[in-house]
């Protein structure tokens, strides 16, 4: 199907499971032609599956159905919306079985398709004889596994638009696939297309985390207003790719260019070779404009053709974990804090090995309000505060073990240091299975796109094998040739002031590995930027916790860099034991460090 609309406008509603119901209520008003929600991140899959050992009827984001899909599939219906989601997780076919009954009750007809195949556990023997590894650690895959998803692509969902279907429901696609499959569907774009297919997906990126393309998580916070009334996205996309974003009217939070620009580098590691099902994407010329208050203009997507192999995540369970906090307050607030944790610690390690239980398997005590996670570059006036909360983290293969643990915490309010409060967090500390994630590729002929519309037979969707991918660049080589400036020398007159006053920032994961954009606020103050944030200023300055290398991305087109930090997380998602395991903080804390400027451009750019 060719669409002869000029754009096609579509409103993410959802950016992970767990996020506001608002947002449906919000986008079904606005005058889209599709809803898309996005519920499923890395560690997500593990959880449904573990929810479908016990219920065979369950595995996929309820939410979507009890929550947004009550309060607006009506309307969706009446108003010609289509609705694609990730929601049905590891059992898309319960998800969609789901929706059709609601519809029953709400007295509407829907088709309701499902995209699958993504299953590939079946062919872990296979693969495990192979020898395949995890590709950020190397690791052997190990012996028994929760689950294993290949993230696919858009084709089966533009297959199950062009079947007729009016909601489709995917297991693990890539976030951005449920974007690029309307506008496949909608424009009729072909293999081949890579730049259309780039564009689309970068479209998709941007709303897939909700009010993060709206203001959300935006470095100048001070600026956004109405967050309770904050309003999820809209894409206006043309059939050449390029694409407009906005918000519904009357809704707060605000569209700017750079809260897009932070949200474009969100996640990504080199943004000239972003790798996804159906493209590899350039997005390091693209063009962000803000054309007035309300809507930005995104354009200059590029994109490749795509490899040859599916990422699969595969989680697995590796013995249990439990974190408690307590909070300190008085004199010496950090030290008691300390002490209380080290306490804990002791005493309980003691009662396990008298018990005969055997030693933690690990162990991590963290203070928040001391400024932790700035390292070395901490403020010493932040290590007297008068008020202090650890956080005690324990592993152990045993469950009853960190039971143990769980039930020594509450002791400290009367056993150890004055001015604790042991009701930070309500009850007994709960003890969790530790997941594991575990990545690695899977050749494309490997694995069958499935798509299923209604009661009909199961289609195998035909994909593109794609090619063979060298990722050999020469990172630094890249960086010398990225900017067409001169970096200033140093005169003498300038000003040291923190990152935030001449560049913006925001950080994500993806497994152990965290990014950081950083963008300057002005082509005046890029070459400043540049001279001053090097990839080697960054490991330094990040030295307590970056473990690995340091990349530093260029991407001309927004002013910006895109900073590559390799095992940075404690081994991310639950397998950290940091209060941020996903990296979420690390802009912020870059945007303290020091720069130099000149003078006499800070006070004109101020």
Not at 118 to 123: A, E, F, I, Q, R
Not at 539 to 561: C, E, L, W
Request: hydrophobic share 40%; net charge negative; with cysteine.
């Amino acid at each position: 199907m060719s669409s002869n609309k000029k754009t096609i406008r579509i409103g993410g509603a959802s950016g992970f499971w767990g996020d506001s119901a608002v947002g449906a209520n919000q986008l079904v008003d606005a005058n889209i032609d599709y809803l898309v929600f996005d519920y499923l991140a890395e560690l997500t899959m593990s959880i449904l599956a573990s929810a479908r050992t016990k219920k065979p009827e369950l595995g996929y984001a309820t939410d979507f159905v009890t929550a947004a899909m009550r309060d607006t599939l009506k309307r969706c219906v009446e108003r010609g919306i289509k609705v694609i989601s990730n929601a049905g997780g590891i059992n898309p076919a319960a998800c969609a079985q789901a929706v059709e009954k609601l519809a029953e009750e709400l007295g509407v007809k829907v088709k309701v398709a499902i995209v699958h195949g993504d299953d590939v556990m079946p062919l872990v023997p296979e693969l495990r004889e192979q020898g395949v590894k995890d590709f950020y650690t190397g690791a052997p895959i190990p012996d028994r596994l929760i689950s294993a998803n290949a993230y696919l692509g858009a084709m089966p969902i533009a297959a199950a638009l062009a079947a007729g279907a009016d909601v489709v429901i995917t297991g693990r696609v890539v976030d951005s696939a449920v974007v690029l499959g309307a506008l496949i569907h909608e424009f009729g774009w072909k293999d081949g297309d890579y730049d259309q297919f780039a564009g689309a997906s970068l479209a998709g990126h941007i709303i897939e985390c909700g009010c993060q393309a709206t203001g959300g998580l935006h470095t100048d916070w001070d600026t956004i207003p109405d967050w309770d009334n904050i309003g999820y996205p809209i894409v206006e996309c043309a059939a050449d790719g390029s694409f407009l974003v906005t918000k519904p009217q009357d809704t707060g939070g605000k569209i700017l260019a750079l809260a897009v620009s932070e949200q474009m580098l969100y996640e990504i590691h080199d943004p000239a070779a972003y790798i996804l099902p159906d493209v590899i994407c350039d997005f390091s010329a693209v063009d962000i404009t803000q054309i007035d208050p309300d809507r930005v203009q995104v354009r200059g997507a590029r994109g490749m053709a795509p490899t040859n192999a599916y990422k699969v995540s595969a989680t697995y369970q590796d013995g249990f974990t439990c974190a408690a906090v307590l909070a300190i307050v008085g004199f010496d607030a950090a030290a008691k804090a300390q002490r209380t944790g080290e306490a804990v610690l002791s005493r309980t390690r003691r009662m396990l090995i008298e018990q005969g239980m055997g030693d933690y398997t690990d162990t991590h005590l963290e203070l928040l309000g001391v400024e932790q996670p700035y390292g070395a570059n901490a403020n010493p006036n932040a290590q007297q505060p008068f008020e202090a909360v650890v956080k005690m983290t324990t592993r152990h293969t045993k469950k009853e073990a960190l039971s143990l643990f769980a039930r020594e915490i509450a002791p400290s309010g009367t056993s150890f240091s004055p001015g604790t409060v042991s009701g930070l967090a309500p009850g007994r500390p709960s003890v969790s299975p530790l997941v594991r994630l575990f990545s690695f590729t899977v050749p494309k002929t490997k694995v069958n796109n499935l798509m299923t519309l209604g009661d009909g037979a199961e289609q195998i969707i035909s994909v593109p094998p794609g090619r063979a991918y060298d990722s050999g660049s020469n990172p630094e080589a890249k960086d010398r040739a990225g900017f067409d400036v001169d970096l200033p020398d140093l005169t003498g007159d300038e000003v040291e002031v923190p990152l935030i006053r001449i560049a913006v920032a925001r950080s994500g994961d993806k497994g152990d590995t965290s990014n950081i954009g950083v963008i300057a606020r002005s082509e005046a103050l890029l070459p400043y930027m540049l001279r001053e944030v090097t990839a080697e200023r960054v490991k330094q300055y990040f030295a307590h916790y970056v473990q690995g290398d340091v990349i530093r991305h260029p991407v001309p087109g927004i002013r910006a860099v895109n900073f590559e930090m390799k095992r940075a997380l404690d081994g991310g998602g639950l397998a950290s034991m940091r209060l941020d395991k996903l990296g979420k903080s690390l802009g912020q804390i870059l945007l303290r460090m020091p720069v130099r400027i000149s003078a006499h451009l800070l006070e004109k750019t101020s």
